[in-house]
């Protein structure tokens, strides 16, 4: 008997490698050596009816074309999909499925950790114990600054701009608030106290600054020089979100001439980073290799969903959590 092929992209956690090994009416092609190299990719997925990738596959009519007409669904193991074609999914009548709502928490938490760790200067507090100069306890070294009463925010309140606010909140004292965009007024605001404001009030006015909102045209490069210029000169900037919703380069400029106070990063354009990037020589800045979702719990738990999705769609069953094309 032919069973319908399904190229797996890369090595999934423990729980979610067996679930797919295990289906008995498919054949599995697993690339396993890190990263699938583009010609790779290419190679593997001619007559598959299900592909299962990462962030880092561009899907685009190149590869569905060499696909073939098999190619009934491409699921992804991500909730973003910039990643992915999906007017030619639409197109071509190809299903696709995503991973929504389940790592809503593992990224809030890391974008408080970031939020935490740029204020308190951790970075270069780590550098100092690790390069020998903790000498003599000084009242003035490596002073951080405080959330109390400080106003925080959120560009993008929906389900992780809410958590992360969430989270913040305790930090910020009675007098302390947060303010939002977003494109109409969110329901998870009225518990958070939040008030909605346009997008050139925040930059001026808050303290902290997420970025927790997805990659699209009108957000691409949304943070530039003109930007960062009238945001205040303590700013802490937190973006969690998706890198080329900062103009790096301006970034970089902004850096250098003292315009912001500190930075956390959890994504930047390219991924990875050179490690002699310019960005990474600002001691203000914090830089983490997109560990958003890198929790067991939740790692696991998108796998799981991906492969879910990818084989309902090659047995002809209803995609547990499809994106409507």
């Not at 979610?16 to 010609?39: C, M, V, Y």
């Not at 303590?234 to 979100?241: D, E, G, K, Q, S």
Request: aromatic share 4%; charged share 20%.
């Amino acid at each position: 008997m032919v069973f319908p092929k399904i190229l797996l992209t890369r090595t999934m956690p423990p729980e979610t490698q067996k679930l797919i090994e295990n289906a008995q009416d498919i054949e599995l092609i697993h690339w396993k050596d890190g990263s699938i190299p583009r010609d790779q990719l290419l190679k593997l997925v001619p007559g598959v009816s299900g592909i299962l990738c990462m962030i880092t596959e561009k899907i685009d009519s190149e590869v569905l074309d060499v696909a073939g007409p098999n190619l009934k669904v491409v699921s992804t193991n991500s909730v973003g999909y910039d990643h992915v074609d999906l007017n030619e999914l639409r197109k071509r009548k190809i299903l696709f499925g995503y991973t929504p709502n389940v790592l809503t928490d593992a990224t809030a938490e890391l974008t408080a950790l970031l939020v935490l760790a740029a204020a308190r200067r951790m970075r270069e507090g780590i550098c100092a114990v690790e390069n020998g100069e903790w000498k003599k306890w000084s009242p003035v070294w490596l002073l951080g600054t405080q959330l109390t009463n400080k106003t925080v925010g959120i560009v993008g309140l929906g389900r992780i701009g809410a958590a992360t606010a969430h989270r913040l909140k305790p930090f910020l004292g009675a007098n302390g608030k947060i303010i939002y965009t977003a494109n109409s007024d969110k329901q998870a605001a009225t518990e958070l106290g939040a008030t909605r404001v346009k997008f050139d009030m925040l930059i001026r006015e808050a303290d902290v600054i997420c970025i927790c909102c997805s990659l699209n045209n009108q957000t691409r490069e949304m943070f530039d020089y003109d930007v960062f210029k009238v945001m205040k000169k303590n700013v802490i900037l937190v973006n969690t979100a998706r890198g080329p919703i900062i103009q790096q380069d301006d970034l970089i400029r902004a850096l250098s001439e003292g315009l912001l106070g500190s930075v956390g990063l959890d994504v930047t354009t390219p991924e990875p980073l050179d490690p002699d990037h310019p960005l990474l020589k600002f001691s203000n800045v914090t830089v983490i290799p997109h560990l958003g979702s890198a929790t067991l719990e939740t790692r696991t738990t998108m796998g799981n969903l991906a492969v879910e999705n990818v084989l309902a769609g090659v047995r002809g069953q209803p995609l547990p959590s499809p994106l409507e094309l």
